[in-house]
């Protein structure tokens, strides 16, 4: 009977183990780190998105200066606030997402990039020529569907962070982090609506 106690204590143990971790499952442990990386996997097509449209803003820069050399300021413009949104985005610090300084310095330079080549867009109307150019119905074409793109990478960069900032501030899951993820920090999401940042459609 002797023998029989350690390893009757030992076998307790391990069910007592089991039925923790089981718990700890059911109560959603894993939550938090799997939800934490949506939310930067969301975050970084958000980048890729922006990305994509500072890309295409010096030949759509260059192809309008060749039809309306004159409208220097809107171009000026466009080419300064594209080098400021590219500045932010390269010195965006790791924290980004948590820092509300930084996220709002991001997402101001995005918009004045936005504002821009509205302003920009406009202008093109007065300009026939350049309106029927191939290489300027491309350009605009393309931003017209880089513009879609981050709509949608907005939006679901936007759903991410509202299931992992309710997970934080729900219980028991808020329980949960403060127990096993004393380090995690609700994130920060746009402000500026998606009408504010949307590039007007330029209709030939």
């Known amino acids: 009977m002797a023998t029989r106690s350690p ?4 076998a307790g143990r391990g069910i007592l183990f089991a039925l923790v971790g089981l718990t700890l499952t059911g109560c959603g442990v894993n939550a938090i780190p ?8 969301a975050w970084s097509e958000v980048l890729n998105q922006y990305q994509r449209r500072a890309d295409l803003i010096p030949n759509l820069v260059e192809t309008v200066k060749g039809y309306a ?3 220097q300021r809107v171009l000026t413009e466009v080419t300064e606030a594209r080098a400021k949104a590219t500045q932010t985005t390269i010195t965006l610090p790791p924290n980004v997402l948590s820092n509300p300084q930084a996220f ?3 997402e101001q330079s995005q918009a004045s990039l936005t504002g821009a080549l509205s302003r920009l867009l406009a202008v093109t109307e007065s300009y026939p020529n350049l309106k029927s150019n191939q290489n300027f119905l491309a350009l605009q074409s393309q931003l017209e569907g880089t513009e879609n793109r981050i ?3 907005r939006r679901d960069y936007i759903q991410a962070v509202q299931t992992y900032n309710t997970t934080l501030r729900t219980i028991p899951s808020r329980w949960i982090a403060a127990w096993f993820y004393p380090d995690a920090k609700v994130k920060e999401t746009f402000t500026i609506t998606d009408a504010a940042t949307q590039v007007p459609k330029v209709k030939f």
Do not use: G, L, N, T
Request: net charge positive; glycine share 0%; no cysteine.
């Open 7 to 10: 390893i009757i204590r030992a």
């Open 34 to 41: 799997r939800q934490d990386e949506a939310v930067k996997a």
């Open 69 to 71: 050399q004159q409208e």
């Open 104 to 106: 709002r310095q991001f």
């Open 151 to 153: 709509a949608v990478a």
